[in-house]
């Protein structure tokens, strides 16, 4: 049986960046509802559904209920916030399985109206882990930052170029109508922000947002039949990494695996790759992928992001046009949604124009969920425009 | 031979780890070791993270080490440092640096094991710089 392909058919990032008179079910009726007029299609159409840990209720069983959707596939492995990717890669396999035409993917949440602060642990005793570093007061920041430190002492990589992540991010931003933050800053804006836990500075930092966004995948027949730019699911891969006391190592990531196997499966190399939206729930996750996928080598991260080589239009290769986590949305403390959204949009052409790029046909969207340095997961697509 | 520290959480136990905190009570930091592949791990497990095996001793460190890797929390209530410790054993902990101005701090500098109590008076390791 040939595989009859996957194709992106629906995407919607919504607008909200607080949304006190929301609901977190309602805003995954929002963005299903959203990718579905996108796509072209009717709620009936759903035979597949993928959610994540933001997913109110025990797995996707609520959300099915909630939504009414008849569905004969399902999925809600969480790997942090890069969920949506993987999810991506998995309704594509179910598709190509045969167990399902068209999949639902869903994000979304509420944090910033509830006050929810980001890597808050689960205070449960039966977490393998909880009783080794809830005693230490585990800020999210401060286990990025052990990585960040790490770098910097093993490859000389400065806080100056860890700012111009976050330079470029507000430059594409500025173009964003919906960012929560579209003014520009500079290098020396993000060093003089308060240090959150040193050396990762305020602006090192991602935003807190609510919202969400959802994406639709379908079998390649229906994707055709939709009459949309036909965005072809390429390649993809996923891993976990982790710590265990000896062979410590805190500079790389998931993502050489993630990202191997999705060069793989797509059969092509980095420099195929014409847009890439990577997470940057900090600077420092950014400057780890880089490397780790393979955009430049070990250590060269610092001067692969310096002097906006990220930006659109001027830099080596354009990163989070849509402003990313650090400028434009986070929701529900989860970035994989919109990395996949805006890959997707550039992929159509249908970025904001003064970010979109130029004939781009090969895409990567990949995320880095959990936490850095003690557990995490990557997921990596390729998407193709065809 | 504890200092008290109201700030810091209590650790969570379970029957698995109980022995870790008795030791803890004792003065003692332990880590996995195994004798069917020759790993070591921590945090301690009653099976080999490596190879799955039940061959696994519970050893005391002794307490001396390195800091691997380290971030000052300086918005902290109050302000603390995280860290990676690599014990001389070859084995890296998730833990806090105590008793020190953070801006004195490097990777690579020695630092010796020390307990403080959390709120529930259980002893928890953390490490200073070495004297
Ligand atoms: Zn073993």
Redesign the pocket.
Known sequence: MANPGAYIAGIFEHPTRLATDKSVAQLHAEVAAGALADAGLGKNDIDGYFCAGDAPGIGPLSMVEYLGLRVRHADSTDIGGSSPIAHVAYAAQAIAAGKCNVALITTAGRPRAAAEAPGTLTENPDYPENGFELPYRPLLAAGYALCARRHMHEFGTTSEQLAWIKVAASRHAQHNPNAMLRKLVTVEDVLASPMVADPLHRLDCCIMSDGGGAIIVTRGEVGKSLGRPLVRVRGSGESIKYQLGSHIDLTTTAGVKSGQMAYEEAGVTPADIKYLSTYDSFTITVLLALEDLGFCAKGEGGRFVEDGKLVSGVGRLPVNTDGGGLCNNHPAHRGGMTKVIEATRQLRGEAHPAVQVKNCDLAMAHGTGGMLDRRHGCATVILERE | MSSQNPSRPSPMQTVETKPFWEASARGELLYGS?S??G?KHYYPRAR?P??L?DQVTWLAASGRGTIYSYSAVPRGNPPYVSAYVMLEEGVAVFTNIVECDPGDLSIGLAVELVFEKSRDGQPVAVFRPAS
Do not use: L, T
């Open positions: 195994c069917a592949c790993e080999c490596y190879c095996s």
